[in-house]
């Protein structure tokens, strides 16, 4: 049980992540869209960003210092300032993006308009990172975060041509009326939204956070093995379902509450509950990472301990 | 608009399966409707390049306008709780995918 517990850390940051307001949208987006087509997209991005992570947890193992530390260290003061302050934007930006994805998230199930939602889901955000230990946050929302698992088995129960599947994987088509600008301009964008800057400095963080040394790198390669594969699963799966069920019908999605309609089609309320459980601890897992990220980095970059 | 009017269809079904709860698809049904009403505003408001187009766009907005029309019933009968009709008040919305696929090239449909 501790061994399985020693990868919550790899599975929330990957949750958190990789399953945050950004690529929920967008993986649905993307498979009502463009079927398979990019799935090969998010193949590049966990590999890319499990070499990331592995060397800034590496890097923060070996030296017990984090990323930002070193970088202030080699680079200078005024160039790790800018890096700061360009990271700290984008983790201000993304924590906005993901308050507005836990309300949003709630409305789908309440009676009450998403913005009603932000301070109340913003106060919860303070009174967890103020109140919960890191380790017992991890492990809630990363095993929480894993009924998104409700889509992949969306997927599985609605019975899909696994060959075709297959095919369209591997043999991607840009479907009529988009062109290869609007396929590369996707690609990117779901580059951008599964391949976040937080998550690794979230990751090396999470490495001291732990006190790992040399001695913890299985425990760090397992994190990294397991988390970010199971964020790229939850992210296919979230394709493979918009692609059997909306695409068919040529649904543009443009809302969240159309990402969770292929789980209630195949899956009724029991799949709908898991999924919206799922897409609150994911989104909420990826607020606590950013604010985390952010009080991390500065402290880092200052030197305070 | 062709999209809004699938997509309103698979909610009727899902909501008649009784397969999401009822707050999910008043919620689903208003987004449809206000994607719809803005659609209807951006095709209304674009100027005809001569008048031999008028026919076709007074012909496309009545088509856009029947999709609205019925998305806006169906989000009425959710919010009043009569999920039971909703599949026959979305049976309509076919034909209105169909008259509207008439203005859509068949390579794009």
């Known amino acids: 049980m501790k061994k399985i517990l020693t990868v919550a850390l790899g599975i929330l940051t990957a949750i958190g992540g990789f399953m945050d307001i950004g690529d929920l949208v967008t993986d649905a987006l993307i498979g009502a869209r463009f079927g398979l087509a990019l799935v090969w997209v998010t193949v590049v991005a966990v590999v890319g960003i499990m070499v990331y992570s592995e060397m800034a947890g590496r890097v923060a193992a070996a030296t017990a210092r984090t990323v930002f530390d070193l970088v202030r260290e080699r680079l200078g003061a005024r160039v790790a300032l800018a890096n700061l302050a360009a990271s700290y934007f984008v983790n201000a930006l ?171 089609v195949a899956l009724g309320k029991v799949g709908f509950a898991f999924a919206v459980v799922g897409i609150v601890a994911a989104t909420f897992g990826a607020v606590i990472e950013p604010l985390l990220s952010a009080g991390y980095t500065v402290a880092h970059h200052f030197g305070w301990s | 608009m062709v999209s809004v009017a699938r997509e309103t269809l698979l909610t009727a079904e899902v909501a008649a399966a009784g397969a999401a709860p009822a707050r999910y698809v008043t919620l689903r049904l208003a987004e449809a409707e206000e994607r719809a009403n803005s659609i209807i505003q951006t095709f209304g408001s674009v100027q005809p390049p001569a008048p031999s187009s008028d026919r076709l766009r007074a012909a496309l907005l009545d088509a856009l306008d029947d999709v609205g029309g019925r998305v806006e019933r169906l989000r009425i009968a959710a919010y009043r709780g009569e999920h039971a009709a909703l599949t026959r008040l979305a049976r309509p919305l076919r034909e209105a995918v169909a008259r509207l696929n008439r203005f859509i090239p068949p390579a794009l449909r």
């Open chain 1, 94 to 264: 993304t924590l906005v993006a993901e308050l507005c994805g836990v309300a949003l998230a709630i409305e789908l199930v309440t009676d009450v308009h998403y913005l009603l939602w932000i301070p109340l889901v913003t106060f919860m955000a303070f009174l967890v990172i103020w109140k919960m230990p890191f380790k017992r946050m991890e492990r809630i929302y990363g095993v929480v975060g894993l009924s998104l698992f409700a889509f992949v088995v969306a997927v599985w129960q609605l019975g899909p041509d696994w060959g075709l599947m297959l095919h369209d994987a591997t043999h991607p088509r840009i479907p009529p009326g988009d062109g290869v600008p609007q396929y590369l301009f996707y690609a990117i964008v779901m580059l951008g939204a599964q391949m976040t800057p937080y998550e690794v400095f979230f990751f090396s963080s999470g490495v001291v956070e732990h006190h790992w040394t040399p001695k913890n790198l299985t425990e760090i390669r397992m994190n990294n093995l397991l988390g970010y594969p199971i964020g790229g699963v939850l992210a296919i799966g979230i394709q493979a379902a918009a692609y059997l069920v909306l695409r068919p019908g040529g649904i543009e999605v443009t809302h969240l509450s159309q990402t969770v309609l292929p789980v209630a």
